[in-house]
């Protein structure tokens, strides 16, 4: 007996890509899935920050759709090397700061290292012609088998029906008539494909696999860029970026308030890298000054922070300040009202 | 069989996966493994790791600073 074919399936814990790998388990295929995280992948994180998300059990998309296939799952960590997919594009950003198709390349290309490393004849995607404005277009299918090398081992049973013949397909490891032709961006197809193959409580992700198509995550992130000067990041910022409400009065710095429990908790572990500060004789929250806050600057800051705590109604109040290494030392300040901290402050 | 230990502690999910993965990938079926961990994500997403690569989670344990689970590696192929 001839051994069956091997397929690695590029698994996001999404809908699309769950449903590409099920139509090729099902001609015989052995599938194992390939899960990337770049930092901003929606998985994760979040839940370990925000208390309220912590009543519903967490679970990881890319896990559960590979226990829900009966699949393998290798998780593979490029936060490192997404870096310069990130910062440099080649073929620019998406409707926010996501790079989809230079990201998209890079992953193909890890995934048919991956496979050439592991015996594997191909790799199989979610992508539907035309489900993307930008990355998922029939014009960028060619250019991502092409620029990632997997060339005619890139096969797409979502809409494969409309794209050239695959080696899988011309080898007859996989059967061209059992595969769909889906294109444009309805979901119907794929909740009828789903309903058919008994998936259910599916993830649906609304922008895609990643923080970087959420305007506010972008916007977060590009004002992070802008102050300083450069594109490079560490995956600290990454998650502070996701944590807080950010509030930038000035060039030098901003601030990072935490806005409940579970954020201020996790924004604890970041106080020996940051100027932080608290009220001291009312609750209120952690914040983190992220920058070179100068004298005048911690000044204004304690007013900025005595609003957001219980103590906001108050003539004054003291605010304690601990630079990194340094003692604590107490300001006296007076909150600002409600109208005083102007809305193009909130990044 | 030998036992080891995977520090995974102050790692966001899915990073204490990852590291569990990387560290299995070297060992032997039997051999087991201590992975501690901060982020409570782990007590869901590494028996769902587990379960889906065919090793077995034989303990899980909540520390005062620290989650422990222990895996027994199993058959790879
Ligand atoms: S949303 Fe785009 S940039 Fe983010 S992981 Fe998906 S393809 Fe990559």
Redesign the pocket.
């Known amino acids: 007996m001839t051994q069956p074919r091997k397929a690695v399936a590029l698994i996001?814990g999404g809908l699309d890509s769950m449903l590409a790998a099920k139509v090729i388990l099902d001609q015989g295929i052995h599938v194992e899935g390939i899960n990337f995280y770049?930092g901003?992948?929606v998985e994760g994180h979040t839940h370990a920050i925000r208390k309220k998300d912590k009543q519903k059990p967490k679970r990881n998309n890319a896990l559960w759709t590979a226990e829900q296939l009966g699949i393998k799952l290798h998780i593979i960590d490029i936060v490192e090397e997404y870096k310069d997919i990130l910062i440099n594009p080649k073929h620019g950003y998406?409707a926010n700061l996501?790079?989809?198709l230079d990201?998209?390349i890079f992953?193909v290309n890890k995934a048919q290292q991956w496979a050439r490393e592991n015996g594997f004849d191909f790799i199989i995607t979610g992508e539907v012609i035309g489900q993307r404005p930008k990355?998922q277009r029939k014009e960028t299918m060619p250019v991502i088998a092409e620029e990632s090398g997997a060339n005619d081992r890139l096969l797409r049973p979502l809409c494969a029906k409309n794209l050239p013949e695959t080696l899988p397909e011309r080898e007859g490891w996989v059967d061209r008539s059992k595969l769909y032709g889906l294109s444009g961006r309805s979901r119907k197809p794929q909740i009828a494909m789903a309903n058919e193959f008994g998936l259910e409580d599916f993830a649906q992700p609304a922008?895609?696999?990643?923080f970087?198509?959420d305007p506010n995550y972008a916007t977060k992130l590009a004002d992070m860029w802008q102050h300083q000067g450069n594109k490079n990041y560490e995956l600290d910022d990454i998650m502070l970026l996701k944590v807080g409400r950010h509030v930038r009065p000035n060039d030098h710095f901003k601030l990072i308030i935490g806005r409940e429990e579970g954020e201020n908790n996790f924004m604890q572990g970041y106080r020996k890298q940051f100027t932080h500060m608290r009220v001291k004789d009312y609750a209120g929250p952690l914040v983190l000054l992220d920058g070179e806050p100068d004298t005048d600057d911690l000044a204004l800051a304690a007013r900025i922070i005595g609003r957001f705590s219980q103590g906001k109604m108050a003539d004054e109040l003291n605010v304690g300040i601990t630079r990194p290494g340094e003692e604590e030392f107490i300001v006296t300040a007076k909150p600002m009202g409600p109208s005083d901290i102007p809305q193009e402050w909130y990044v | 069989m030998a036992v080891h230990e995977v520090n995974a502690r102050r790692l966001l999910c899915p990073m204490p996966v990852i590291r569990t993965q990387d560290a299995i990938a070297g060992y032997i079926p039997g051999d087991e493994v201590h992975v501690f961990g901060t982020d409570p994500g782990i007590k869901q997403d590494i028996p769902a790791w587990c379960r889906v690569n065919g090793h077995s989670i034989i303990g899980m344990i909540d520390h005062e600073d620290d989650i422990e689970i222990i895996i027994k590696v199993g058959n790879a192929s």
């Open positions: 996001s770049t901003f992948c998406g996501n790079p989809c990201c998209k992953m990355s922008g895609g696999c990643c970087l198509t």
